[in-house]
């Protein structure tokens, strides 16, 4: 069984990256996506208060500690951790979430209003650059869970 403060640990990290990346790549007008406007939005039906916005960057965090647990789980079972092998887990967690955004935004009220532009398939509502990014920040994130539950890394 992983270590499950680890794998918190890992979670936590993985998800803060990702939102870190994905804040710096809005504020540097490199994607038009705001992670934290919608997530807000789909969880609150509201995207420009801060505590909106607080309340959707949680529920990723909370999100990125789950999803840790079956990366951990894999890693554990091929006996392959690290950077890399987290990447290569993060292909896959890509694959899917990329293909789960519509019902995301089916289930978003700011999309549904058009209040906010649908993220749709992979990202592809906001354009190419952010579906690289997309895929970026999920290769981020394994990356950081990979070398975090790393068994063999130095407490």
Do not use: C
């Not at 499950?4 to 936590?12: D, E, N, S």
């Not at 309340?55 to 950077?83: C, D, N």
């Amino acid at each position: 069984m992983p270590n499950l403060a680890r794998v918190v640990q890992a979670g936590l990290l993985g998800g803060l990256a990702m939102e870190i990346l994905a804040l710096l790549m809005y504020q540097t007008r490199t994607t038009p996506l705001s992670m934290s406007r919608y997530e807000g939005g789909l969880l609150t039906g509201e995207a420009d208060r801060l505590g909106s916005r607080a309340a959707g960057v949680g529920a990723h965090l909370m999100l990125s500690v789950l999803i840790a647990v079956p990366y951990a789980l894999l890693m554990q079972r091929t006996r392959q951790t690290g950077p890399g092998a987290g990447s290569q887990l993060g292909i896959l967690h890509w694959l899917i979430v990329g293909l789960v955004l519509p019902g995301l935004d089916r289930m978003n009220p700011m999309v549904r209003s058009g209040q906010m532009p649908a993220l749709r398939i992979f990202a592809s509502g906001y354009g190419p650059v952010t579906m690289a990014l997309f895929l970026a920040g999920h290769l981020v994130y394994g990356a950081v869970v990979g070398a975090v539950h790393d068994p063999d890394r130095q407490k």
